[in-house]
């Protein structure tokens, strides 16, 4: 059995001693937060209240719902608090309470595991039945860790050829019955479904649920737009009904999904002579993922006689008297080869840093595939909540999660809550490596590459925007050398985010002090 691996995955710190273990916040502190005032710890680990509540209560950003809190890392004394006991939607901070769940339950060395199985008899190059994908929603089969997700999809069909299949008498057949098939998360809003940050995946995805395409006008007015997509796909996948504009015409762009006849439409117009390039959510990934795979194992030389299809159900009858659901255990039932994920502490780095929605979505069901019922958003967020609560002990009120990268307006999390969250992480074995996979301060393809200049290495944190979301929760390192863990959520601005991402920055330096 050959076994492929990622030829360009990130790598993480190796994991440096953990902080000493502290307990939850202290009941004086939750006190002070529910009572909504700002507090202030011992003189030596004082901050300016006034020059926090000056920030915040001052126009335009004092019409903004803020709810602050901050405590000493080592004792969780309260430093600064304002409605830490508030609920607000936390944006991407919701990404918070998804990687520290997986990396607590899971372990930073837990892989994702892409298989294929043969059910049949595989004689003289020949397998007499089919060819069974086993995906466990792999998040890494992409760019960010291969050369592209086609790379990654040719590796294991070499993996295959080195195990001695040439052709395939039945068909490629991916088993997606452990997974719920459902790609959009119920809470999202209808517009933003076109968008990148809306792609969804499923048992067996690649290159993140993104279709990347690249439109070329025609020489004038009226020609027809030259389309090319990745990944591939069925080529009847994307459908173009775009024009070719004139030379001076802005280029305009509107994909359609119809999931009646599971096409991609294009409207709109390129203007002529010139090619863009633009990323969309992929609203059928599952079945296009499994497309690309047989077209790549015809250029590779593998025959598959019986085209390709997705078991979304459990029991459905396969080759070799094998069902859906039982491959791993049926009799007549083997591996050939399989892919092998960079292990989760890299991808949870994957997911924070650059605040990656579609890696968050697929973690949530993995959580449900491992340790819920089946891999369903409502089976993984009870994993979630379960762990928040009886492990990190978080009050059930103060969680509310929807979805797990934070594009759901229905997510709600107070800042106490993200602050236990982040101190329980510190404490634990998996401490640094959580920290440092969260984004900094002039750390290229992070959120924080260009905001709080000076604190490069003295601020770990996630950021979240939404419309009127303005969010930063994480570690700081202050002046003193003294630790400080925060969360500062904002709701409601009406303010262009800019604005109060500069009030948020501003809260942090005072912190800092």
């Not at 737009?225 to 509107?254: H, I």
């Amino acid at each position: 059995m050959e076994e492929a691996v990622p030829n360009s995955a990130r790598t993480t710190a190796d994991p440096l001693r953990p902080t000493p273990a502290v307990s939850l916040l202290i009941l004086a502190a939750a006190l002070l937060s529910q009572s909504g005032c700002a507090a202030v710890g011992p003189r030596s680990l004082a901050v300016d209240r006034d020059a926090i509540d000056r920030i915040l209560d001052q126009p335009p950003v004092d019409q903004t719902h803020f709810g602050v809190l901050a405590v000493d890392a080592d004792d969780g004394r309260v430093l600064y608090a304002r409605n830490a006991h508030r609920k607000f939607i936390p944006a991407s901070n919701q990404k918070i309470l998804v990687t520290s769940t997986a990396l607590s339950l899971l372990g930073p060395d837990y892989v994702f595991r892409t298989e294929l199985w043969r059910v049949g008899d595989l004689s003289d190059g020949v397998l007499d039945g089919d060819l069974v994908l086993l995906g466990s929603g792999d998040p890494t089969l992409s760019s960010r860790y291969w050369d592209s997700g086609e790379a990654a999809l040719a590796a294991l069909v070499d993996s295959l050829k080195t195990a001695g299949v040439r052709r395939v008498t039945g068909a490629l057949v991916v088993d997606a019955s452990a997974w719920d098939s459902t790609t959009v998360a119920g809470t999202w809003m209808v517009a933003n479904l076109p968008g990148r940050s809306s792609a969804t995946g499923g048992a067996f995805a690649i290159d993140e649920g993104e279709l990347r395409l690249v439109v070329t006008g025609g020489d004038s007015a009226g020609d027809p737009v030259d389309v090319q997509w990745t990944p591939g796909g069925s080529p009847e996948y994307v459908v173009s009904r775009l024009v070719t504009a004139p030379a001076d015409s802005s280029t305009r762009v509107r994909p359609r999904y119809l999931p009646e006849t599971r096409r991609m439409e294009l409207h709109g117009r390129v203007a002529a002579g010139t090619a863009d390039t633009l990323a969309v959510a992929h609203r059928n990934p599952v079945r296009q993922a499994t497309a690309t795979l047989a077209a790549i194992l015809e250029d590779a030389g593998v025959r598959v006689d019986g085209g390709w299809s997705v078991a979304w159900e459990s029991d459905q009858l396969l080759g070799g008297g094998c069902r859906s659901g039982t491959v791993e255990r049926c009799e007549s039932g083997a591996r050939l080869a399989g892919l092998t994920s960079p292990p989760l502490s890299a991808i949870v780095q994957g997911i924070l840093e650059p605040s990656q929605n579609w890696m968050t979505e697929q973690m949530v069901r993995a959580l449900g595939a491992e340790l819920g019922e089946w891999a369903s958003w409502p089976d993984g967020l009870d994993v979630v909540e379960d762990f928040l609560v009886h492990t990190v002990g978080l009050d059930s009120l103060d969680v509310n999660p929807r979805d797990g990268s934070g594009l759901s307006a229905y997510n709600l999390v107070t800042p106490r809550a993200l602050v236990a969250v982040l101190r329980h992480m510190a404490a634990g074995p998996s401490g640094e490596i959580y920290r440092h996979a969260m984004a900094e301060p002039g750390e290229s393809g992070s959120t924080l590459s260009r905001r709080l200049d000076g604190f490069e290495g003295r601020v770990f944190a996630k950021t979240g925007t939404i419309s009127n979301v303005n969010s930063l929760s994480g570690y700081l390192v202050r002046g003193d050398g003294k630790e400080v863990v925060f969360s500062i959520l904002s709701n409601g601005s009406g303010l262009p985010s800019r604005t109060v991402r500069e009030a948020i920055d501003d809260v942090v330096r005072v912190l800092a002090r």
